[in-house]
């Protein structure tokens, strides 16, 4: 049968960076295909190619045999080609329905486009259970549905093939099981799915087969039924990796962090974030489980100074601090904060990555005195944070945009964990992190931890919080549902997440 | 992620406003020819004109040097994601700053103090008169923007007709000597800027006549000056933080109204200084429609110069150029008005501002066709 795929020789330099050195692949039709590697292996690169997004520099690309030019993603539409990007393409002021049909609004009247879309929508939400409200403007929907909207977009321009550029990075395991059974009733239905991704577990579970790269190489193609977990990550990685940090004993001091019935509305007066109180102690992780869109980015604004409270207190150090509203203030006080979104807000995209290294620090007196902002400072400071957490390329001067998405990652957290704060609020810390990184991460987190900081940990990883927490907490429309420790069984923190409290009381 | 990849930086500064600026000359010429007259010794008049004498050059620097204030204005506001239009109006109410100080206080100090002495104190009054005024003009549409929420482009636009009439006004009623028929103040002496010529023949040097004085020199400085703002400092930083990607700006602690505020502040003050250069240093009263359209000529600049200092004070010298040759090219063919350089000038503005993107994907496909 022909490949519905086929990637031959294909090569892409950006600079000195050789992003694809010569990479094959050949995709099978009706079959799920995985992509794994660490950060800047290529694979974004590779698919953004395949997209039309970027021009190769040599090589061939192949759709159900034919040789065909890429030069646009109009282009790989029209061969059947649909992606859902690693960083999300919406228009932030538009309703969903009006980003489903963008692109294809047919006619000069949107009317008719309009109401087929949402017939359509509604199709789909019934057939995979993807719910999301047609009507609501997308900028101001969390992370996991935007995430959602992307993936109905795509599958609304009917494509063949279907790339996924790490999608499961905000959904919950059971949203991204979901996601899976849609992925392989797509297959079922002769469709093709390239899924780019950095969990193993997911790869083992819904791949055909899997293909790893390795520093712009392709390093292996294997059937997923012939390979193991250890073998996958030792191939990507090229050496041992823990998949669970150990942790000793945590020693919580005294109390850093006070939340007292905190209640956050929105602008139509729905409390988003609806009585939550909790502490956070020194030398502790406090971590806060739960579905994305639950109120932990509203929580976490609210807390940083983002935000403005309606109502309660949040008490840092025993001070009272709901009303200061001041980010930077209470930087210089020692919270750090690595928010959920780091292409809005944890970077600026245009900036270079020595000026993103210092986004929210940039008064720190050691990058030069007074109003003076010391250039070699600034640079001298990232390439440190380059060195400490392995950031690819080290290049400071590289706009923040051309960085692979796991790399942007470590840069910001090298930015909050480098400055030694004593709360540090982090979300989703290994959102699109490769398994040596998100090691790394652990292993830093808990050290931090040793040290007496305190740490608020928000995270839609399941596995993650239960490996890092020392306590869970569980949120549910805006409400924490309760307090587990962390050997809580998977199955009763699942409940909690869907706002199911047995009575243990 | 820009679509197929990104050009390199010199085709984005350098090849790009040079094809925006190619066709606007082409167009223009097309006009020349629906005219009736030869665009080529159009052109070629143009060039002589500015380029072609001593008195050309100086034209084209003295042009330039409001311009470049004007560009600059323009630059640092759309550093800080604002289009302020208000260029025009900020240097006309920055008139009251430059003149006021000469014909109130110069005399006073001149009564008491050495001219060497009186005159250089008056000056820089004038100066710091020029920025304010010129600040406070922009401030207050930063403010509505920045707490009201109305929009800056609105605002800038409503306080040119303001400054306008508010001028007409003043000029008439407060400034004009009672005797006098010319609706402008009485000369201003006691704080006075000689141009080159005049500082040649103190020293026995013969310079052609022109406008141009040593302010040329603050334009570079301004410039430089902005630069280092923008690049070298923690405000600077903050402000483009805040037009790149105001939620970062937010999570990083900046307060977006705050930087809104202070960079319309900057921008009118820049905007201020035409009036410092042509009230002091030209005309050396206070008189009607004395910008004469530097303000909307530095949107032109700031596009063109890609909102960089450098390329500013280079695309300021290019419409010095245009300016300058324009006006030669008036006297020489009748039937060509000076009115061509407005066009060309919007021609400018169109394709750098409404059709950049329009070229960009040809180019950038054109261009990775080439290196294949
Ligand atoms: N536009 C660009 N300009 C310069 N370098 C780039 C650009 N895009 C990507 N790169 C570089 O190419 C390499 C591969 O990046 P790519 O985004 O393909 O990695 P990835 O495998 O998707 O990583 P991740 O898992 O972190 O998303 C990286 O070193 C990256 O910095
Ligand atoms: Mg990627």
């Known amino acids: 049968?022909?490949?519905?795929?086929?990637?031959?020789?294909?090569?892409?330099?950006?600079?000195?960076?050789?992003?694809?050195?010569?990479?094959?692949?050949?995709?099978?039709?009706?079959?799920?295909?995985?992509?794994?590697?660490?950060?800047?292996?290529?694979?974004?690169?590779?698919?953004?190619?395949?997209?039309?997004?970027?021009?190769?520099?040599?090589?061939?690309?192949?759709?159900?045999?034919?040789?065909?030019?890429?030069?646009?993603?109009?282009?790989?539409?029209?061969?059947?080609?649909?992606?859902?990007?690693?960083?999300?393409?919406?228009?932030?002021?538009?309703?969903?329905?009006?980003?489903?049909?963008?692109?294809?609004?047919?006619?000069?009247?949107?009317g008719p486009a309009l109401a087929k879309a949402r017939a359509e929508l509604k199709r789909l939400a019934d057939e995979y259970e993807l719910d999301v409200d047609p009507d609501a403007i997308v900028g101001?929907?969390?992370?996991?549905?935007?995430?959602?909207?992307?993936?109905?977009?795509?599958?609304?321009?009917?494509?063949?093939?279907?790339?996924?550029?790490?999608?499961?990075?905000?959904?919950?395991?059971?949203?991204?099981?979901?996601?899976?059974?849609?992925?392989?009733?797509?297959?079922?239905?002769?469709?093709?799915?390239?899924?780019?991704?950095?969990?193993?577990?997911?790869?083992?579970?819904?791949?055909?087969?899997?293909?790893?790269?390795?520093?712009?190489?392709?390093?292996?193609?294997?059937?997923?039924?012939?390979?193991?977990?250890?073998?996958?990550?030792?191939?990507?990685?090229?050496?041992?990796?823990?998949?669970?940090?150990?942790?000793?004993?945590?020693?919580p001091g005294e109390v850093v962090l006070d939340v007292k019935n905190l209640v956050w509305r929105d602008r139509k007066g729905t409390p988003r974030v609806d009585g939550v109180s909790f502490q956070v102690r020194k030398g502790e992780i406090v971590g806060i489980a739960g579905v994305s869109g639950n109120g932990q980015s509203e929580l976490l604004d609210v807390i940083t100074g983002i935000a403005k409270a309606t109502s309660g207190t949040v008490l840092f150090e025993g001070e009272d601090i709901t009303d200061l509203n001041d980010p930077s203030i209470l930087r210089r006080r020692g919270m750090a904060h690595v928010p959920e979104d780091r292409q809005h807000r944890g970077l600026i995209t245009s900036f270079s990555a020595a000026e993103s290294a210092i986004l929210g620090w940039q008064n720190d007196a050691g990058l030069g005195r007074s109003y003076h902002l010391n250039r070699n400072a600034v640079i001298e400071r990232c390439r440190k944070q380059m060195e400490e957490f392995d950031v690819r390329p080290a290049d400071p001067l590289l706009k923040s945009s051309k960085f692979s998405g796991g790399n942007q990652q470590k840069l910001i957290l090298a930015r909050e964990i480098g400055s030694n704060p004593d709360l540090l609020i982090v979300g989703q810390p290994t959102r699109g992190v490769d398994i040596g990184a998100i090691e790394f991460i652990h292993k830093r987190l808990i050290h931090l931890r040793d040290m007496g900081k305190a740490i608020l940990l928000v995270s839609v990883e399941l596995d993650e919080i239960r490996s890092l927490s020392d306590r869970i907490l569980v949120m549910f429309a805006g409400r924490v549902m309760g307090e587990r420790g962390p050997d809580a069984d998977e199955r009763e923190l699942g409940l909690l997440m869907a706002g199911v409290v047995k009575d243990a009381a | 992620m820009s679509a197929r990849g990104e050009l390199p930086t010199w085709v984005d500064v350098g090849l790009i406003p040079l094809?925006?600026?190619?066709?606007?000359?082409?167009?223009?010429?097309?006009?020349?020819?629906?005219?009736?007259?030869?665009?080529?010794?159009?052109?070629?008049?143009?060039?002589?004109?500015?380029?072609?004498?001593?008195?050309?050059?100086?034209?084209?620097?003295?042009?330039?040097?409001?311009?470049?204030?004007?560009?600059?204005a323009v630059a640092v506001a759309f550093h800080a994601g604002l289009f302020n239009i208000g260029g025009d109006g900020q240097a006309y109410v920055a008139g009251l700053g430059a003149a006021t100080p000469g014909l109130i206080l110069g005399g006073a100090l001149a009564a008491i103090l050495p001219a060497g002495i009186s005159q250089p104190i008056t000056l820089f009054v004038a100066l710091m008169g020029s920025i304010l005024f010129g600040a406070f003009w922009a401030f207050v549409p930063g403010y509505l923007q920045a707490k009201r929420g109305s929009h800056i482009v609105i605002t800038t636009i409503m306080f040119n007709f303001i400054a306008s009439s508010l001028m007409v006004y003043l000029i008439n009623n407060v400034f004009r000597p009672i005797t006098s028929m010319a609706v402008e103040s009485k000369a201003i002496n006691d704080a006075y800027i000689l141009n080159f010529r005049e500082i040649g023949r103190l020293i026995g040097m013969k310079l052609p006549s022109s406008p141009l004085n040593p302010v040329v020199f603050l334009a570079f400085i301004a410039a430089f000056?902005?630069?280092?703002?923008?690049?070298?400092?923690?405000?600077?930083?903050?402000?483009?933080?805040?037009?790149?990607?105001?939620?970062?700006?937010?999570?990083?602690?900046?307060?977006?109204?705050?930087?809104?505020?202070?960079?319309?502040?900057?921008?009118?003050?820049?905007?201020?200084?035409?009036?410092?250069?042509?009230?002091?240093?030209?005309?050396?009263?206070?008189?009607?429609?004395?910008?004469?359209?530097?303000?909307?000529?530095?949107?032109?600049?700031?596009?063109?110069?890609?909102?960089?200092?450098?390329?500013?004070?280079?695309?300021?010298?290019?419409?010095?150029?245009?300016?300058?040759?324009?006006?030669?090219?008036?006297?020489?063919?009748?039937?060509?008005?000076?009115?061509?350089?407005?066009?060309?000038?919007?021609?400018?503005?169109?394709?750098?501002?409404?059709?950049?993107?329009?070229?960009?994907?040809?180019?950038?496909?054109?261009?990775?066709?080439?290196?294949?």
């Open chain 1, 1 to 110: 049968m022909t490949p519905a795929i086929e990637l031959i020789g294909i090569d892409k330099r950006f600079g000195a960076v050789h992003a694809n050195n010569d990479v094959s692949l050949s995709i099978a039709k009706s079959s799920i295909h995985g992509i794994i590697g660490e950060n800047g292996a290529g694979k974004s690169t590779l698919m953004s190619i395949l997209f039309g997004f970027y021009a190769a520099d040599k090589g061939e690309i192949k759709v159900q045999g034919k040789t065909v030019k890429v030069n646009s993603s109009t282009d790989a539409i029209a061969l059947g080609i649909g992606m859902v990007h690693q960083h999300f393409m919406l228009v932030d002021p538009f309703t969903v329905l009006e980003n489903v049909i963008l692109g294809a609004e047919g006619g000069a009247l949107i």
């Open chain 1, 140 to 251: 101001e929907l969390p992370v996991g549905l935007q995430q959602r909207v992307e993936i109905l977009k795509a599958l609304y321009k009917g494509a063949d093939v279907l790339i996924l550029d790490e999608p499961t990075g905000v959904l919950t395991p059971d949203e991204a099981d979901h996601l899976f059974r849609i992925l392989q009733q797509l297959r079922n239905q002769g469709k093709t799915v390239i899924l780019i991704t950095h969990k193993l577990r997911e790869i083992m579970a819904i791949t055909d087969h899997v293909s790893v790269m390795r520093r712009g190489e392709m390093v292996a193609t294997k059937e997923t039924a012939k390979t193991s977990l250890e073998e996958l990550a030792e191939l990507m990685v090229g050496r041992r990796v823990l998949m669970h940090v150990e942790k000793g004993a945590a020693h």
């Open chain 2, 19 to 72: 094809i925006n600026l190619v066709l606007a000359l082409l167009i223009s010429g097309l006009v020349v020819v629906i005219i009736g007259e030869n665009p080529f010794q159009a052109l070629g008049i143009m060039l002589h004109g500015a380029l072609g004498s001593l008195k050309g050059w100086s034209y084209m620097f003295y042009y330039a040097t409001n311009f470049i204030f004007t560009g600059l």
């Open chain 2, 225 to 372: 000056i902005i630069w280092y703002l923008l690049w070298r400092t923690k405000l600077g930083y903050e402000l483009r933080a805040v037009g790149a990607n105001s939620e970062a700006a937010i999570y990083a602690g900046i307060k977006p109204s705050r930087i809104i505020m202070i960079a319309m502040a900057i921008s009118g003050g820049l905007a201020g200084l035409v009036a410092f250069n042509e009230i002091l240093g030209v005309q050396h009263r206070l008189l009607l429609d004395f910008v004469g359209g530097a303000g909307f000529v530095g949107i032109a600049v700031a596009l063109m110069g890609r909102s960089h200092p450098l390329g500013i004070v280079l695309s300021a010298l290019l419409f010095g150029l245009l300016y300058q040759g324009g006006t030669e090219l008036s006297f020489a063919i009748q039937s060509i008005s000076r009115d061509m350089i407005v066009v060309i000038q919007g021609l400018v503005i169109l394709f750098m501002g409404a059709l950049e993107d329009a070229f960009r994907p040809s180019l950038t496909a054109l261009f990775f066709k080439v290196e294949e």
